[in-house]
């Protein structure tokens, strides 16, 4: 379920439109679902631009997959040898890995060790990686034997074999692949199709440039935290332009296990699910990439690092949401514009 809403003109259309797209008031609007993620992108020009959008999505799908035994991550992480052609796909997205290894140990540095994609297997034994089973009881010892395997982030391959420092290592790009996805669809529309309005959401990571045709801007609804609810309440809305956003929750995705509930967001330092006060993270970026990884770093940080952690980068925005006394309050940059919503004033 999503905690981040579109809100402008052509939301009946999107509530409404499959997979054909449909042109309103000179925006082509698209919906569907990809990796695991429903997708909502609307951009202001009379061509279609679906099979382009398609093959950028198919794309990732067959490099990144965790789950998907052809891709090349899954292999990697297996040490599974490519075949030639294999080989080759590896080498012309190879700075799709470039990327994402240059983020991830920016943001490790960053955070002081709270983001950390190199623990893919730790990511896996909590339900959260390939392995989609949350366990029944907890090993202390093996957790911290898994959060000790962190061996780096590269993913490479020489002579079609797996190249890596430690044959345990598992990388897991979940906090970071979705972003780096919308930000691929954003630069093809602009250095290929010089889009000069456009809005890009997949599972809640936004990207939008210039606005929605009706205001100056992308007005986005971040949606009150609840426990998955099916009934959206609007907690607050930021005018989005020319920026990125992503919003990740604690109430999203959780498991039960004796009558406890465990976040999806594990804490690389303790080995267990992040466990705070911080209900709901919202961060605006340059770049999705960075939003979404950034999002789900707060919640693993908690609200007083996340406080720190946002206000000493001044290219990032943020909305955090929290409950403190069984009351819900909120926190935001000073840099931030948003209007709450009235039942939230």
């Known amino acids: 379920m999503r905690n981040i809403a579109l809100f402008f003109s052509l939301i009946f259309v999107l509530s409404s439109c499959k997979n054909k797209p449909k042109s309103i008031e000179g925006f082509i609007v698209l919906k569907g679902k990809t990796m695991d993620s429903k997708y909502e992108i609307a951009y202001k020009s009379n061509k279609d631009y679906k099979m382009e959008i398609d093959s950028i999505l198919n794309n990732y799908i067959a490099v990144l997959s965790l789950i998907d035994s052809n891709s090349i ?14 080989y080759q796909k590896f080498l012309k997205f190879k700075p799709y ?35 989609q089973v949350f366990p029944m009881s907890f090993n202390g010892d093996y957790i911290n034997n898994l959060k000790g395997l962190d061996f780096g982030y590269k993913v490479d391959f020489l002579n079609l074999k797996v190249n890596k420092l430690n044959v345990n290592q598992q990388v897991n790009y979940n906090l970071l692949s979705i972003g780096q996805v919308v930000d691929a669809i954003a630069n093809m529309f602009d250095s290929t199709y010089h889009l000069k309005n456009y809005y890009i959401n997949i599972g809640g990571k936004i990207r939008v440039k210039g606005n929605n045709g009706h205001d100056s801007y992308w007005p986005i609804i971040v949606e009150k935290p609840m426990i998955n609810s099916l009934k959206q309440i609007e907690f607050c809305t ?101 209007k709450l919503a009235k039942k939230s004033e």
């Open 97 to 131: 890995f470039s990327d994402l290894d240059s983020i991830s140990r920016r943001l490790h540095l960053e955070s002081a060790g709270a983001f950390n994609s190199g623990l893919g297997e730790l990511y896996n034994y909590w339900g959260v990686g390939e392995k």
């Open 238 to 338: 930021l005018p989005l332009k020319n920026y990125s956003l992503a919003s990740a929750s604690s109430l999203k995705n959780f498991h039960f296990s004796q009558g406890k509930r465990y976040s999806q967001f594990i804490d690389p330092l303790t080995g267990f699910p992040a466990k705070n006060e911080l209900l709901s993270a919202t961060v605006l970026a340059p770049s999705a990439i960075e939003a979404n990884a950034y999002a789900s770093t707060c919640m693993a940080l908690g609200l007083n690092k996340s406080i720190s952690f946002i206000q000493n980068n001044p290219s990032l925005k943020a909305f955090l949401i929290f409950e403190k006394e069984g009351k819900i309050e909120y926190w935001s940059s000073s840099n931030l514009a948003f």
């Open 73 to 86: 991550l899954y292999k990697f992480n297996h040490n599974i040898e490519l075949s030639t052609t294999e």
